[in-house]
């Protein structure tokens, strides 16, 4: 799909997607299919403004794109059969994959895997909340950290065929407070790697360039203010970061 035709092609929607909180919907342009959320479909929520949601995804996929680690499906801002809105790449998942997930305590694989907290399910049995040990998630740790992502839910990771995984629903980020919400807490303290470090650094210069520049038709001067300031922090610190504050660390429903 190019360029032209991702702004300006038709977008035939084939369907809603019930599961979202907000109004969402599979859609087609040519012969690919797409995610559309239109800003009119927008639920209003107490701690973020009203009517930007998609502006912060748009922003997401900003962000993604200077880290160079594709944690972000193609996102963009377009006109829609229910007005403006954000369009993002649909992403075929592997059903049999799951980089997140709830196991019996007693289950839980000794390699490969990270522990977040135990707990019991509704029948009173211990139960581990775990996830992936790989590359593709803790760069997408990082991202969420420096977005400030304030619902990384175990559903919001699209385990893909191939072993990526895709991050997506990135309407709660870029707040100016700290809102990190995320079920990816397993590398907690942990230094943070070279090329972790080296990423941070490249999206930091690039706030002062090309992605600031893009940045600002999307959120505020104090929204990309904060966002400076965390890489900053984050590249200073070198570790992961430990739930901070009085919001809830993980979001509400996990997954």
């Known amino acids: 799909m190019t360029e032209a035709e991702a702004i300006d092609g038709e977008l035939e929607l084939l369907g809603r997607i019930t599961t979202a909180s907000n109004a969402t919907f599979l859609g087609r342009i040519g012969d690919t299919e797409v995610v559309?959320?239109?800003?009119?479909?927008?639920?209003?929520?107490?701690?973020?403004?009203?009517?930007?949601?998609?502006?912060?995804?748009?922003?997401?996929?900003?962000?993604?794109?200077?880290?160079?680690?594709?944690v972000v499906p193609r996102t963009w801002l377009r006109d829609?059969?229910?007005?403006?809105?954000?369009?993002?790449?649909?992403?075929?998942?592997?059903?049999?994959?799951?980089?997140?997930?709830?196991?019996?305590?007693?289950?839980?694989?000794?390699?490969g895997w990270r522990?977040?907290?135990?707990?019991?399910?509704?029948?009173?049995?211990?139960?581990?909340?775990?996830?992936?040990?790989?590359v593709a998630l803790r760069r997408m740790a990082v991202f969420d950290v420096v977005v400030n992502n304030a619902d990384r839910k175990g559903g919001h990771v699209l385990p893909m065929p191939d072993g990526h995984r895709y991050g997506v629903d990135h309407g709660l980020t870029f707040h100016?407070?700290?809102?990190?919400?995320?079920?990816?807490?397993?590398?907690?303290?942990?230094?943070?790697?070279?090329?972790?470090?080296?990423?941070?650094?490249?999206?930091?210069?690039?706030?002062?360039?090309?992605?600031?520049?893009?940045?600002?038709?999307?959120?505020?001067?104090?929204?990309?203010?904060?966002?400076?300031?965390?890489?900053?922090?984050l590249h200073a610190r070198a570790v992961f970061p430990a739930p901070s504050g009085e919001m809830p660390a993980m979001p509400y429903p996990l997954f």
């Open 115 to 134: 522990q977040v907290f135990d707990g019991r399910d509704e029948s009173d049995r211990p139960v581990t909340l775990i996830h992936e040990d790989s």
């Open 176 to 233: 100016v407070d700290h809102k990190l919400r995320t079920v990816l807490w397993g590398w907690l303290g942990d230094d943070l790697t070279p090329d972790e470090l080296a990423a941070i650094e490249r999206v930091r210069a690039d706030v002062v360039g090309e992605l600031g520049a893009s940045l600002s038709a999307l959120l505020t001067d104090f929204e990309i203010g904060a966002f400076a300031a965390r890489l900053d922090r």
């Open 36 to 70: 559309y959320k239109p800003i009119a479909g927008e639920a209003p929520l107490w701690d973020f403004p009203d009517g930007n949601l998609a502006h912060r995804e748009a922003a997401a996929y900003l962000v993604s794109e200077s880290f160079g680690w594709n």
């Open 80 to 111: 829609g059969p229910f007005g403006r809105g954000m369009v993002q790449l649909w992403q075929n998942v592997d059903p049999d994959q799951d980089a997140v997930d709830l196991v019996a305590s007693e289950a839980v694989p000794e390699q």
